[in-house]
């Protein structure tokens, strides 16, 4: 019998392969069918919704086409069904990073069955003061 990935581990690897590598298509691969859920996320036009696979694959992609950036993890906890990841964001521009992040936040990644099934979360826009 082989051994599932922690919680952790997924939510990392689903950070370093969708959104730092930008491999989009990959969300299908950490994403639960039966949707994802984006419990709290202000500012995000996405905010309450279930979203599909498809949708969610969306939602990421354009994000990365209007902000491409690197998240670099600062601290994970991790219970089995949540994971809380501290992170900072660091932008690029033509794939080369602008310094120091832009911004930080808390995710809780929730997870069912080993997947991704929605998240709750803070930023704070570095420089600007202003939480979300």
């Known amino acids: 019998m082989a051994l599932q990935p922690s919680s952790a581990a997924v939510v990392i690897e689903y950070l370093d392969t969708v959104w730092n590598a930008g491999n989009v298509d990959a969300v299908a691969q950490y994403v639960s ?6 419990r709290r996320d202000p500012g995000d036009a996405w905010e309450g919704r279930t ?26 906890l991790d219970d089995g ?3 809380m990841v501290t992170w900072l964001w660091s932008p690029t521009v033509d794939g080369d990073l602008r310094g120091d992040a832009a911004a930080a936040g808390a995710t809780v990644y929730y997870l069912e069955g080993g997947k991704l099934c929605g998240h709750w979360q803070v930023t704070t826009s570095i420089g600007s003061g202003r939480t979300h």
């Open 33 to 38: 069918d039966e949707g994802y859920t984006i």
């Open 51 to 76: 979203l599909t696979v498809s949708e969610l694959a969306e939602r990421v992609r354009s994000y990365l086409e209007q902000v491409p950036g690197i998240f670099t993890v600062q601290e994970i």
């Open 81 to 83: 069904h949540k994971v």
